[in-house]
């Protein structure tokens, strides 16, 4: 199987692209989607399905592996080749495709040119269990550009605080080009939009499909306010970027003592379960890992004589811990100076 080809795009048609790959033209089908991304000329990335017939190998491609995936499991519906299973995308996205099959809206499903009523209901009653469920809201902790630069992919609304809204209304592309800057293997991305939030979160309980959902700010932790989401039925808290699981924390706004104090005070509800923002989940001895770290890297950024010197001090202290690769962006702001003078990113 071909999974993805990089490479120069040289051609761009209705229906597909020519993609040189180490010389070679390879032309891939494509929907309109996809397409709309290719530019004649330029470096471009895409999923892959390579279908096999006895006449022709044909290639199709797609603007991530969701697409391609779903391309390849439509077609495992009786009727369902890969032009229908193409034309199906050109109609939906992933998510809009589970939620039509979900809701068993046929109509919906009709308006893809080459499916009929029966045919609807063959793909629904084929596929309804296979397709997964579909991401029906989008919620957004906090406007550090890891948290909000993919939004645009997701077709579902999102939701976050007020104040976090606001930041990524106002300043979401510049948040998102500084972060690609500051942070390695960005640095043939294009310009990425940041889309904005579609709905105000207020704190407090709301049952979603029969789940209830606790939404709890923190305030002057990692950043000035983000969204923690509990579920006090389940025992579990969604904590984002206020925990981390052996990873390097974010401190670029030095916040360490209101940092603990709000460790101490998701600590303190009754959540056995924890979800860091960075890491793997854990118990409720996570906390405890955040304030040792903070209290070593406040002392670190104490005699550090610049961002290198920050680094090794944190990387030795803490040697098997991941998320180095955000360090850049943090010394962008601790160290302002060295920043200017161009010896930070």
């Known amino acids: 199987m071909i999974a993805h080809l990089e490479g120069i795009v040289s051609e761009v ?46 290639l199709y491609g797609f603007a991530s592996a969701d697409e391609r995936a779903t391309f390849e499991l439509v077609q495992t519906a009786s009727g369902v080749g890969p032009r229908l299973a193409l034309a199906m995308l050109a109609v939906f996205s992933p998510d809009g495709l589970r939620r039509a099959v979900a809701a068993e809206d046929l109509n919906a499903l009709m308006t893809v040119p080459g499916i009929g009523r029966k045919g609807a209901q063959r793909i629904v009653l084929e596929l309804a269990g296979r397709l997964g469920k579909p ?73 979603i499909d029969g789940i209830r959902f606790s939404f709890e700010p923190v305030a002057d932790a990692e950043t000035t306010e983000q969204l923690t989401i509990g579920l006090p039925d389940l025992g579990a808290l969604i904590a984002q970027d206020v925990v981390y699981h052996h990873v390097h924390l974010f401190i670029a706004e030095h916040a360490f003592g209101s ?44 005699a550090a004589t610049g961002p290198e010197d920050l680094n090794q001090r944190l990387k030795t202290a803490y040697p098997d811990y991941g998320g180095t690769a955000m360090q850049g962006l943090q010394n962008f702001y601790l160290f302002p100076a060295s920043r200017e003078k161009g010896t930070s990113p």
């Open 13 to 58: 048609a209705p229906d597909g692209a020519v993609i040189d790959v180490g010389g070679v033209g390879l032309l891939v089908q494509c929907t309109p989607g996809t397409l709309a991304g290719l530019r004649s000329g330029e470096r471009a990335r895409v999923s892959t399905s390579l279908v096999v017939r006895e006449d022709a190998l044909t």
């Open 135 to 207: 991401v029906t809201r989008l919620y957004i902790s906090h406007a550090h550009p890891d948290h909000f630069a993919g939004a645009g992919v997701i077709d579902a609304p999102s939701y976050a605080l007020a104040s976090v809204k606001h930041l990524i209304d106002a300043s979401g592309d510049v948040r998102i080009e500084r972060g690609y800057r500051c942070t390695p293997g960005h640095e043939n991305a294009g310009p990425v939009a940041a889309r904005p939030v579609d709905h105000v979160v207020e704190p407090g309980e709301e049952v």
């Open 259 to 302: 940092w603990e104090q709000a460790l101490g005070a998701l600590e303190s509800r009754p959540y056995d379960t924890i979800l860091p923002g960075h890491g793997l989940p854990g118990g409720r001895g996570i906390y405890q890992l955040n304030r040792a770290y903070l209290a070593v890297a406040q002392q670190a950024l104490a």
